[in-house]
């Protein structure tokens, strides 16, 4: 019988997607993990991989075609041996049949008690194919609490790459308020109907990063800790570190630095090491930072796992690596979803300090100002000229508390100001 191949979930948070381009026509023959389509989300264009074998039937969505809803049907594989006849066979088939109403029918008596709900799949099996049983079994995951995209629900490898222990507790937490909504798109309109203008649509990046930020806004309870860091110490063992790293070809930045004193500083407190899963918190054993990476219309976090256990060379060419990507929308969800903590850097565009707002379920976010020369004042009293950075350190205070949280801020300004410890 014909299968459907519908519209695939590739992330946990997407609803809809365009089909950006086929990379297969019909009439061809395919088999599970072929290549079938680039599917375009809020984030990045992903290959979308085939699940079954057999022939491309038909093609119901033209490639092109934007907002497309997950679990539209976007294709019909046939099976060896059917035709496009057949596809029209289980159309007719699967159509709703129409239903005459009696014409003097008492009307049916107010149900005084809610209908049951459903019943749930229970003891029932789940449907993955090979390669996300495998992935599953790799990430200890249960398959009976991912949501399947594939066809009739089955589960695939990009369902098993956008799972997360925070999604795995979603259902049990209480649901989000509603947003507060600012003035209409007519009140707006109107307001500024007299003065030119130009109208820009929201792309899907946008559209998430509007809705996730308002809501983390609303709805995170964030508290501001602020310090001061000499950079003195850490410029100049950076300059003879970069020296004798020439010869290899590598380069480390401040940045650099910050993501490994960061990540350290996780391992010295690990009580802040840490996320918020609504009704309860996730403490983690090592270090997934994330780093906020500006591109064209939007950002990226890229996660490095392990930081606490990579050295600064590894650390600057994975950085590197992903924040390439990043601008090309190249990441694969697995590679910008989780972390427990954030980095945002302005720095380089000269901002001196700032705040940034956690990007849930983060406990916390590092926002990063540039290095200025500023006077200092010894511990003898005497004065001097050196580097200062300043840094604010938003923190969820559900996971978070203001002791906790300025434990975790010494501890990276201590990291940064002894750089050498840090390659201990």
Known sequence: MPTEILMPALSPTMEEGTLAKWLVKEGDSVSSGDLLAEIETDKATMEFEAVDEGIIGKILITEGSEGVKVNTAIAVLLEDGETARDIDTAAAKTAPAAVETPKEEAPAPAASHPAPAAPQKSGTRVFATPLARR????????????????????????????????????????????????????????????????????????????????????????????????????????KELNAGLEPRGIKLSVNDFIIKACALALQQVPAANAVWAGDRTLQFEHSDVAVAVAIEGGLFTPVLQDADTKSLSALSAEMKDLASRARDRKLAPHEYQGGSFAISNLGMFGIDNFDAIINPPHAAILAVGAGVKKPIVGADGALSVGTVMSVTLSVDHRVIDGALGAELLNAIKANLEAPMAMLA
Not at 182 to 208: C, W
């Open 135 to 238: 992935i599953a079994a790799d990430k200890g995951l249960d398959l009976a609490q991912i949501t399947g995209s594939g066809p009739h629900g089955r589960i695939v490898k990009a369902d098993i790459n956008g799972a997360s222990a925070a999604a795995a507790v979603k259902s049990s937490a209480s649901p989000s308020p509603a947003l507060a909504a600012g003035p209409s798109t007519d009140a707006v309109l109107k307001t500024y109907a007299d003065r030119p203008h130009e109208e820009v649509a929201l792309d899907g990046m946008r559209k998430t990063i509007a809705a996730r930020l308002t809501e983390a806004k609303q709805s995170v309870p964030h508290f501001y800790l602020r310090r001061d860091i000499n950079l003195d110490a850490l410029m100049s063992f950076r």
